[in-house]
């Protein structure tokens, strides 16, 4: 990442720094309205990144550009004792705050009132960061779709699951932080890329339909 141009630079840890504050802030306010008070009390209803990046997670979006904010702490007996799918739903807040950035950007693309063109100098075109934009919080998205611990995926499925799959599930996701460091870092380096082989087909399907490239 470091090797990238400054506008290019610039556009992504930015966005990174917008899309990772947005994702974790709607994961608590979801919390909070089904009544788990723990994000607010732990300073987490608000947009200040402060509140929601974390050091080391920050540290590594700046030297290879994949990095993570602090995930938010939510505590499932306090949500509404009522309601079942309340952690999923607090998952899903998530990945839907992603999208709906994604969207949000896209709007001024596909109406053609930005152009995409490439930047010039230190800093990026409005269309150029327009288009990384969406692209990074389409793939904030789909990453933390990966029903994988501990990404907001796990709890997703496990929601949807039959009750007789829901013990054998819960023993692979122990497992989920290992898996998910030897598919990011480990595998690549003899060439097996499965989570862009996941990921790359639903980003460009998706990019194609926001802005239409």
């Known amino acids: 990442m470091l090797n990238l141009s400054p506008s290019v630079l610039i556009s992504r840890l930015l966005i990174l720094v917008i899309a990772l504050t947005f994702h974790e802030f709607m994961h608590a306010v979801v919390a909070d309205r089904l009544g788990d008070d723990t994000p607010r009390r ?23 550009g994949f990095g993570w904010a602090k995930p938010v702490q939510v505590n499932p007996a306090n949500l509404n004792r009522n309601f079942s799918a309340g952690m999923m739903w607090v998952s899903l807040a998530g990945p839907a705050a992603n999208f709906i950035l994604a969207i949000l ?6 109406l053609n ?5 490439a930047g010039t100098g230190i800093l990026p075109s409005a269309g150029e960061f327009l288009f990384t934009f969406v692209t990074i919080n ?10 994988l611990a501990p990404l907001d995926g ?7 699951l039959p009750a007789r ?8 996701q122990s ?11 480990l595998l690549p380096l003899v060439r097996i890329d499965i989570i ?12 194609k339909l926001l802005i239409g490239v």
């Open 105 to 110: 950007g896209a709007v001024p693309l596909r």
């Open 154 to 160: 796990e709890k997703i499925l496990e929601f949807f």
């Open 196 to 207: 862009g082989g996941i990921m790359n087909p639903v980003l460009l399907s998706l990019r």
């Open 175 to 185: 497992f989920g932080p290992m898996i998910l460091m030897v598919l990011i870092f």
């Open 113 to 117: 009132l930005v152009p995409l063109t």
């Open 42 to 64: 732990m300073g987490r209803l608000n947009l200040n990144p402060l509140s929601h990046l974390d050091p080391l997670g920050s540290l590594m979006l700046i030297v290879v």
């Open 138 to 147: 389409l793939l904030l998205m789909i990453f933390n779709l990966i029903p």
């Open 165 to 172: 799959w829901s013990a054998r599930y819960a023993s692979i």
